[in-house]
């Protein structure tokens, strides 16, 4: 692989699931790269993923992470801890980007640096994390839910899709708030009688309860869940390619044609930071695409 100062074929900015399997794939390509890990991938707050291809039982995030790097290395490469302070486009089509003193020359762009998920203001929300109690993906392991006592937490009703997606697997669903009242709509209303989602209209406050997490209710009366999904949303990491002019939807996610390659020119994105379904096996199909489009762009 090309070393920090010499000119590179490609720069993938984040080293996930996304980032990383465009690594292999570049790598298989005999293309000349370099892979920057900012050490935040989501990965590692998966404690269990059931629905990711090829996994009997299941596989937790940072050991598919640790599978993913042992994969990269065995074609000679390195994944660089760095976080990318700026990206700028040169006058030749291709891009300039910052790390720290790094200084890297690419002719293309990857943007694997995904999003980060906002959670609850509780005590050890790493540990209820880790533990499973708190959960942000209902997609992923709303099948491990199934019939528990399941309550989903937004702001105001912001968590209402949530608990009706989750009604399908439990019949325990309660749809709590943290910062203001839930005040759906009349269509909203009769959507929510008609799955039997039970509402606390008023604010609550979390807290770690033995294996459960406890919401304090408004009235000062305390209730216990197996499991809380937080419908917080997410903040996106496209600011660098929002600079550079491409396009994003309205939440900040970027948008793609047909081989990940957003409105810039040479500037690719795959993972979770590209709008539609945050999945790992979506994030990895999407980086599969990337690379090869960044392989054939190069060819011409």
Same mark, same amino acid.
């Given at each position: 692989?090309?070393?920090?100062?010499?000119? +590179?074929?490609?720069?993938?900015?984040?080293?996930?699931?996304?980032?990383?399997?465009?690594?292999?794939?570049?790598?298989?390509?005999?293309?000349?790269?370099?892979?920057?890990?900012?050490?935040?991938?989501?990965?590692?707050?998966?404690?269990?993923?059931?629905?990711?291809?090829?996994?009997?039982?299941?596989?937790?995030?940072?050991?598919?992470?640790?599978?993913?790097? /042992?994969?990269?290395?065995?074609?000679?490469?390195?994944?660089?801890?760095?976080?990318?302070?700026?990206?700028?486009?040169?006058?030749?089509?291709?891009?300039?980007?910052?790390?720290?003193?790094?200084?890297?020359?690419?002719?293309?762009?990857?943007?694997?640096?995904? !999003?980060?998920?906002? /959670?609850?203001?509780?005590?050890?929300? *790493?540990?209820?994390?880790?533990?499973?109690?708190?959960?942000?993906?209902?997609?992923?392991?709303?099948?491990?839910?199934?019939?528990? *006592?399941?309550?989903?937490?937004?702001?105001? *009703?912001?968590?209402?899709?949530?608990?009706?997606?989750?009604?399908?697997?439990?019949?325990?669903?309660?749809?709590?708030?943290?910062?203001?009242?839930?005040?759906?709509?009349?269509?909203?209303?009769?959507?929510?009688?008609?799955?039997?989602?039970?509402?606390?209209?008023?604010?609550?406050?979390?807290?770690?309860?033995?294996?459960?997490?406890? /919401?304090? +209710?408004?009235?000062?009366?305390?209730?216990?869940?197996?499991?809380?999904?937080?419908?917080?949303?997410?903040?996106?990491?496209?600011?660098?390619?929002?600079?550079?002019?491409?396009? !994003?939807?309205?939440?900040?996610?970027?948008?793609?044609?047909?081989? #990940?390659?957003?409105?810039?020119?040479?500037?690719?994105?795959?993972?979770?930071?590209?709008?539609?379904?945050?999945?790992?096996?979506?994030?990895?199909? #999407?980086?599969? !695409?990337?690379?090869?489009?960044?392989?054939?762009?190069?060819?011409?």
């Amino acid at each position: 692989m090309a070393g920090m100062d010499a000119p +590179l074929d490609c720069v993938i900015v984040g080293a996930g699931a996304a980032g990383l399997t465009a690594a292999t794939y570049l790598a298989r390509f005999r293309r000349r790269f370099v892979i920057l890990d900012g050490g935040t991938s989501r990965l590692l707050l998966v404690p269990t993923s059931h629905n990711t291809p090829g996994y009997v039982g299941g596989v937790h995030g940072a050991d598919l992470l640790s599978r993913l790097r /042992a994969q990269v290395a065995e074609y000679g490469v390195s994944v660089t801890p760095g976080t990318v302070d700026a990206l700028d486009r040169l006058p030749d089509g291709g891009f300039h980007a910052s790390a720290g003193e790094a200084r890297l020359l690419g002719a293309s762009v990857i943007m694997a640096t995904g !999003v980060v998920d906002v /959670a609850p203001e509780i005590p050890e929300v *790493k540990e209820a994390l880790a533990a499973g109690l708190l959960r942000f993906c209902p997609i992923c392991d709303g099948f491990e839910a199934s019939g528990r *006592k399941v309550a989903v937490v937004g702001r105001g *009703k912001g968590g209402l899709g949530e608990a009706l997606f989750m009604r399908h697997y439990t019949p325990q669903v309660t749809l709590l708030s943290i910062r203001g009242t839930i005040e759906p709509d009349d269509e909203e209303s009769e959507r929510i009688v008609r799955a039997g989602v039970r509402v606390v209209r008023e604010p609550v406050t979390l807290s770690r309860l033995g294996d459960g997490l406890r /919401a304090r +209710l408004y009235d000062g009366s305390e209730e216990r869940f197996d499991v809380v999904y937080a419908a917080l949303g997410t903040i996106v990491n496209s600011g660098l390619a929002q600079r550079l002019g491409a396009r !994003v939807t309205e939440a900040g996610c970027l948008l793609v044609d047909a081989h #990940q390659q957003t409105s810039v020119e040479g500037l690719y994105a795959a993972g979770d930071i590209v709008a539609g379904l945050n999945q790992i096996a979506v994030a990895m199909g #999407q980086a599969a !695409v990337a690379a090869t489009a960044v392989h054939n762009r190069l060819r011409r």
